[in-house]
T-cell receptor
């Protein structure tokens, strides 16, 4: 069971570079999420998608864009990376009425 | 807006019982979840409360009081493997009933 798969697992970027984090889920969930987690901190919601074709801002959306390509995939793009975006990024998915969200293994991003 | 408060760190001995509290302030509250995260790992679901009262799942129980905007996670018969961070998360109601906002986490140290 793959669950939620995100790539890449590790990435080092230079300030100003762009990159896209990819995420896919095979659980047929409607909802998908991108969170970031800084050292010793909780998870902060960046963007949320309730269903294919819809996206909504979370707590910390500035500097990010998302795309819900289809029901399975939800990508996160950094257009011009900044050192403040150094973090661990988690993609997650959850069912429509269900109360559980499932996380991917995380992507460690360093911006130098 | 959403605001969750939980203690930053708790220490307990193996075999003991520990309670991790969570208070929240949020409009459109729909439910309270608990997640466990080991160092370097992804958060995993433990428990969810939508109604007042106690939910029991093995050694773990979770409690919710909607009138007090308060919940807790109770861990019994502590084991060394329970050393991890524990996060409460608010499920936001209304049109975005599948948005989840996380607290900053409680680091549980279990000592022999």
């Amino acid at each position: 069971n793959a669950g939620v798969t995100q790539t890449p697992k590790f990435q080092v970027l230079k300030t100003g570079q762009s990159m896209t984090l990819q995420c896919a889920q095979d659980m047929n969930h409607n909802s998908m999420y991108w969170y970031r987690q800084d050292p010793g901190m909780g998870l902060r919601l960046i963007y949320y998608s309730a269903s294919e074709g819809t996206t909504d801002k979370g707590e910390v959306p500035n500097g990010y864009n998302v795309s819900r390509l289809n029901k399975r995939e939800f990508s996160l793009r950094l257009e011009s990376a900044a050192p403040s975006q150094t973090s661990v990024y988690f993609c997650a998915s959850g069912g429509g009425i269900g109360n559980t969200i499932y996380f991917g293994e995380g992507s460690w991003l360093t911006v130098v | 807006g959403q605001s969750l408060e939980q203690p930053s760190e708790v220490t307990a001995v193996e075999g003991a019982i520990v309670q991790i509290n969570c208070t929240y302030q949020t409009s459109g509250f729909y439910g309270l979840s608990w997640y466990q995260q080991h160092d370097g790992g992804a958060p995993t679901f433990l428990s969810y409360n939508a109604l007042d009262g106690l939910e029991e799942t093995g050694r773990f129980s979770s409690f919710l009081s909607r009138s007090d905007s308060y919940g807790y996670l109770l861990l019994q018969e502590l084991q060394m493997k329970d050393s991890a961070s524990y996060f409460c998360a608010v499920r936001w109601g209304g049109n975005n009933f599948n948005k989840f906002y996380f607290g900053s986490g409680t680091k549980l140290n279990v000592k022999p």
